[in-house]
């Protein structure tokens, strides 16, 4: 069965600091990765994908994610946390081996950011 | 531009009630999508359209119907719903149903059912 794993339900840093909200999965095929964030009362964001090439890739808002093929990770990282970053932050692997793969939503992480 | 509008941003309605949930897009997408999230869970899928037919119907209840009339629009129309059908609900799109294309999504509808 195919399923993600966001292990930690809220990750608390201080602005200024650097964040990681971890994501490792189980897909079949090579999945492509993506990663959503959800502001309080709003839709879904798209931030950054992986999908081939470079193992780091950038995103949105000077966020970025590091795809580890052999521990089958995809963890999103910030050098420096702002507060506006708090919200809800969905890993979401998607096959690749099918070309209609559906989205596969992680259980979402909240990132809260303290002054 | 990668905007989705959905229309109306909250809706209330009884159980006896027929409404409908409207989106759009007009970035050429082929694909589009609704989904169903409860708070502080992750989205689920409804169903896909691809070019304009359905793809994807996961196993959604009769008392929703969708419908996309053209290939910007999808309509998600409602009768008979529960108080357990109250929720957000997210449109969404994409070039097309591709794995590897983005799916973009709207700001959502907040529906609640009385």
Not at chain 1, 47 to 74: C, H, M, P, R
Not at chain 2, 23 to 48: D, I, N, S, T
Not at chain 2, 85 to 114: P, Q
Request: glycine letters at 6%; one cysteine or more.
């Amino acid at each position: 069965a195919q399923s993600v794993a966001q292990p930690e339900d809220q990750v608390n840093v201080a602005e200024g600091n650097p964040l990681t909200v971890k994501c490792t999965y189980s897909v079949s095929g090579n999945p492509y990765l993506f990663w959503y964030v959800q502001y309080p009362n709003r839709g879904l964001q798209f931030l950054l994908k992986y999908i081939t090439g470079d193992n780091l890739v950038k995103g949105s808002y000077g966020f970025e994610a590091e795809f580890n093929k052999s521990q089958t990770s995809f963890h999103l990282k910030k050098p420096s946390a702002l507060v506006s970053d708090s919200a809800l932050y969905f890993c979401a692997p998607r096959e690749g081996s099918s070309n209609t793969g559906k989205l596969i939503f992680g259980q979402g992480t909240t990132l809260q950011v303290k002054p | 531009d990668t905007e989705v509008t959905q229309t109306p941003k909250h809706l209330v309605m009884g159980m006896t009630n027929k409404k409908s949930l409207k989106c759009e897009q007009h970035m050429g997408h082929r694909a589009m999508y609704w989904y169903k999230q409860k708070a502080k869970k992750p989205p689920e899928l409804m169903f896909v359209y691809s070019y304009e037919k359905l793809s994807i119907n996961e196993s959604v209840p009769s008392r929703f119907s969708p419908e996309c009339p053209n290939s910007s629009l999808l309509n998600l129309h409602l009768h008979a719903l529960q108080p357990e059908d109250s929720a957000l609900y997210l449109c969404a799109s994409s070039r097309s149903e591709a794995s590897g294309n983005t799916i973009y999504f709207g700001e959502g509808s907040w529906l609640t059912v009385v």
